[in-house]
Nanobody
């Protein structure tokens, strides 16, 4: 199973970016999907998660600015980021709890990370 993230880049404060992450491979089903981020010198932190049924959870720091969504048919999760701030600068990682064909249980898988830089 592989997760491929894309959409990062350089944006000015107040701008927007949309991240995408697609899962591929021997996937039977995916439970929760989410985005995490890690800024230089800091620990990785949760940004947002979404269940297979569409229930969402956000870090307080991004509520009202970021929106997580998913397309179950495409095994893809998105993160729409608006009103970006310099403190949002980080490497963003996607995560998915995946059950493989023939497997037992769900296990977390991580994407490779995509860099978001918010700077003027």
């Amino acid at each position: 199973v592989q997760l491929q993230a894309s959409g990062g880049g350089l944006v000015q404060p107040g701008g927007s970016l949309r991240l995408s992450c697609s899962a591929s491979g021997s996937i039977f089903s995916i439970n929760a999907m989410g985005w995490y981020r890690q800024a230089p010198g800091k620990r990785r932190e949760l940004v947002a998660t979404i269940t297979s049924g569409g229930s969402t959870n956000y870090a307080d720091s991004v509520k009202g600015r970021f929106t997580i969504s998913r397309d179950n048919a495409k095994n893809t999760v998105y993160l729409q980021m608006n009103s970006l701030k310099p403190e949002d600068t980080a490497v963003y990682y996607c995560n998915a709890d995946v059950k493989r064909w023939g497997g037992v249980g769900y296990f977390p898988h991580w994407g490779q990370g995509t860099l978001v830089t918010v700077s003027s």
